[in-house]
């Protein structure tokens, strides 16, 4: 019926789709340009460029993100995409990029879309993240390089000093990352790894680990990865390899503290477009993850947080063209099955209508997920330019599954009794559908030729979310209290924000001066307390200055408002005055500056961060930063 | 005109008539005396040290490339905290304008950073035998020629070593340089 459907609509189809809508002003593309002038030294680098992203890490090398305006150290909803396949790197809902096989020096463009939409062929509720990687051409390339950083405040000479003694602090790499691509006909193939080193040494959390690693705690992290696309029966072809493998301390908020794992996850995945008639295709997706975590070898935590799942997807849709409308549908079916817990089968139907004119798009996003129970949602997305502005808005209604979510929580209904005793469960209702509506309204122009103004507003409001919450927070060194987990599967809320982007631009400068704010705007107290933790303000400026192609210095200023743990409060003023519940408002200076050689064969770039050497906190157990470097040096051939 | 305007003036039009990035090289070599104040002077005593680097017009004002060493002896006046000596060895990148004064002088007032490497005098294990941690500050150099090509130079430097009790050190230093037209192979390379 889908290729009648299509068929038919082939049928109708006028030539002239082709022709460039106004910008979607709720798109952000970060470029590899803006990458590199701003001297990023990893992949989760990547979430201080992102527009109103809230971020938040406990030791300094896993980052957590919320795009739409949430709480980062929630379950994150974003949808990963990595060369247009979902990557299911996940774990109890931390998105872990630095799991991704993918190196910052790899990354071609970063798309964010910060409102839901159908991306994939499955909806996504939070917001999406797409990490293009370089595409492999005609002939053979390969690019390599090395990366260290280092956190200053090490003892120096005052190591032999007994009264002066401090530990040394974190140190960052040395990172190796390679890629070699191949190209010839109808063939491109691409492999790539990174290799990361972490000495999680912040003075926060140095003993509670060393103690339970027993030594000095070096985290390790290998991602490799294999690509291959071919151009056959009119259409692209690619299958793909992923895969990461780390020793990590991973931070378990029930459990309050670090946990030192060994994750393990790989994915295999086919994906395709064929063409069926002029204006027609259809679209395949096959991919099969399986992701892992053990206790690492040696630790004496006492604990085995054993865990594995398998993820099957499938998945067909049909697109056709007519005119300026586009159409698609398509369905997928995923199973996710788990070792003691009980797994899930979830299917999707969904479909998109789209139009597009040179002054104007529209899009109409529908989905119908079932699983246990049954979710509906749809998007519509509209903007127009006037002139030399785009004004653009977006309605979505959109019901989640618990079983999109991936929440402790969520498995521990189902059977997943690693944590027992150490972490107990409250519950008093299952989780049941979250219902969320978003309005965004988007404006975008030119002020004078050389400025450009960007601004949006936002609401959203949730109902019959699940909030997992501490009444007291547990105590990172004090393994024998019990922990308390609170699931509050009736959660709701409202969150606006607003954000305000003023660039300048031309040739040799570009400058951008930002503030975004998110607040929550009623809601039940489990909510509200959730959002006390999530810092209110953002604003700061960014200039970059470039002489030719080959060097550049940028640097950004950053301030970023105070938040507050309520559930930390007992601990504020432990572990000799290092575990606060008051994480600081705080300043932050980076700078940066890149220079390629060797006819941009060769690129050395290095990057300060925290140059007013602030402390900068994220969590109320979690490390401060202070002033660091990185060095990065990168062969292109 | 005030006499110091008037300095001004007649420095400008030299100051911003550089030669194109990375037309010239000049390699400089002096030696080197190092200041620090307590507590970093209760405990070792700064002696003679030694310092090369390579200096290029850069796209504006000049880079400077380097990297100096010192010998810094124990003090014996503590003798309950009985430290070992240290090489330091300071590499750093710097950057600065400069401004031609009469007669060839040049005055150059430029920002240094880099990683001070402190080697241990010592049988403790392998893994605390050095320490390394960023150094910057500032630097002020001048200098005047010599002979054809070669300039005699001298500067001051004030350098913070980011350690976590932070120390401040003043590095004096006088030299000579001599400055080479920049092989075609090597500014194709830094090009």
């Known amino acids: 019926m889908m290729l009648a459907a299509l068929a038919l609509l082939a049928s109708l189809a006028a030539a002239d789709t082709t022709r460039p809508a106004p910008p979607d002003p709720a798109r952000q593309v970060i470029t590899r340009a803006e990458i590199e002038a701003a001297g990023l030294y990893r992949l989760p680098d990547l979430y201080r460029l992102l527009d109103g992203a809230r971020t938040s890490t406990v030791d300094g090398f896993t980052w957590r993100a919320d795009l739409l305006g949430g709480d980062p150290f929630a379950a994150e909803t974003w949808t990963l995409l990595v060369d247009g396949e979902r990557g299911e790197a996940g774990l109890f809902g931390e998105q872990n990029l630095s799991l991704v096989p993918v190196a910052i020096t790899q990354v071609d463009s970063v798309e964010v879309w910060m409102v839901p939409r159908l991306v994939a062929g499955t909806f996504a509720p939070g917001g999406v993240l797409h990490l293009h990687t370089s595409r492999p051409r005609s002939g053979m390339a390969a690019r390599g390089g090395l990366a260290i950083g280092n956190e200053t405040g090490d003892p120096g000479p005052f190591r032999y000093v007994p009264e002066r003694f401090t530990r040394n602090v974190d140190k960052f790499g040395t990172d190796y990352d390679a890629l070699a691509s191949f190209g010839a006909g109808r063939w491109r193939a691409q492999a790539r790894f990174k290799l990361l080193r972490f000495y999680a040494t912040d003075f926060a959390a140095f003993d509670r680990n060393s103690e339970a690693l027993g030594a000095n705690p070096a985290l390790r992290l290998f991602a490799p990865a294999l690509r291959l696309e071919a151009d056959a029966l009119g259409g692209t072809h690619a299958v793909s390899l992923l895969g990461g493998g780390s020793h990590d301390l991973w931070f378990f908020q029930p459990f309050g503290r670090e946990i030192p794992v060994r994750r393990l996850w790989g994915q295999a995945g086919l994906h395709g477009r064929l063409p069926v008639a002029p204006q027609a295709s259809l679209g395949y997706r096959l991919a099969l993850a399986e992701n892992r975590l053990d206790a690492w070898e040696g630790a004496a935590l006492g604990l085995d947080p054993r865990w594995q799942t398998r993820t099957v997807r499938a998945g067909l849709d049909g697109q056709g063209a007519l005119g300026a409308w586009t159409a698609r549908l398509g369905g997928e079916v995923r199973h996710v099955s788990a070792a003691g817990a009980e797994g899930f089968t979830l299917g999707e139907v969904s479909g998109q209508l789209g139009r597009t004119t040179p002054r104007s798009a529209q899009h109409l996003d529908l989905s119908l997920a079932v699983a246990g129970e049954v979710a509906a949602r749809a998007a519509l997305g509209s903007r127009h330019a006037l002139g030399a502005w785009t004004l653009g808005a977006t309605a979505a209604l959109a019901q989640r599954l618990p079983e999109e979510t991936d929440r402790f929580s969520f498995w521990r209904a189902r059977g997943y009794d690693a944590f027992e005793p150490f972490v107990a469960v409250e519950q008093a209702e299952a989780a049941g559908v979250t219902t969320e509506a978003l309005l965004r309204l988007d404006a975008a122009g030119r002020l004078t030729p050389p400025l450009s103004v960007e601004a949006s507003a936002a609401v959203r409001t949730l109902h019959g979310l699940t909030l997992e919450t501490q009444p007291a927070a547990p105590d990172p060194d004090a393994l024998e209290t019990p922990r308390l987990l609170v699931v509050d599967a009736d959660a709701e809320g409202q969150v606006v924000r607003g954000r305000v982007n003023v660039r300048w631009a031309q040739a040799g400068g570009r400058a951008r001066v930002f503030y975004d704010g998110q607040a929550a705007a009623g809601g039940g107290a489990a909510f509200e307390r959730a959002w006390e933790a999530v810092p209110r303000h953002r604003a700061g400026a960014e200039a970059a200055v470039s002489a030719g192609d080959s060097f550049t210095l940028s640097a950004m200023l950053t301030h970023r408002s105070a938040a507050r743990w309520p559930a930390y409060a007992p601990l504020s003023g432990g572990n000799g005055g290092l575990y606060d519940a008051r994480i600081p408002a705080v300043w932050l200076l980076d700078a940066s500056g890149e220079k390629w050689l060797w006819q941009r064969r060769l690129r050395a770039s290095l990057l300060f961060r925290n140059l007013l050497n602030q402390e900068e906190r994220t969590h109320p157990v979690g490390a401060a930063l202070d002033l660091r470097f990185y060095l990065r040096v990168e062969l292109n051939l | ?191």
Not at chain 2, 4 to 15: D, E, H, N, T, Y
Not at chain 2, 80 to 90: E, N, R
Request: charged share 20%.
């Open chain 2, 1 to 191: 005109m005030p006499p110091r305007a008037l300095l001004f003036l007649l420095c400008v039009p030299v100051a911003v008539a550089q030669p194109a990035a990375f037309e010239t090289l000049e390699v400089g070599v002096g030696g080197m005396g190092t200041f620090a104040d307590a507590p970093f002077r209760n405990f070792w005593d700064p002696g003679p040290g030694a310092e090369a680097w390579v200096e290029m017009p850069f796209y504006l004002g000049q880079i400077r490339l380097g990297e100096s060493v010192a010998w810094h002896e124990a003090v014996e006046a503590e003798p309950d905290t009985a430290v070992p000596d240290f090489v330091a060895v300071y590499t750093f990148a710097g950057w600065g304008v400069g401004v031609a004064l009469p007669a060839g002088v040049r005055l150059a007032l430029g920002l240094r950073a880099g990683i001070l490497n402190m080697r241990f005098d010592t049988d403790a294990p392998v893994a605390v035998r050095s320490e390394a941690e960023l150094a910057a500050g500032f630097d002020l150099r001048a200098s005047m020629p010599l002979a054809a090509g070669w300039r005699l130079t001298a500067s001051g430097t004030a350098v913070r070593v980011f350690t976590a009790e932070r120390i401040d050190l003043r590095l004096v230093q006088v030299g000579v340089s001599r400055t080479f037209g920049t092989p075609e192979w090597l500014k194709e390379f830094l090009r």
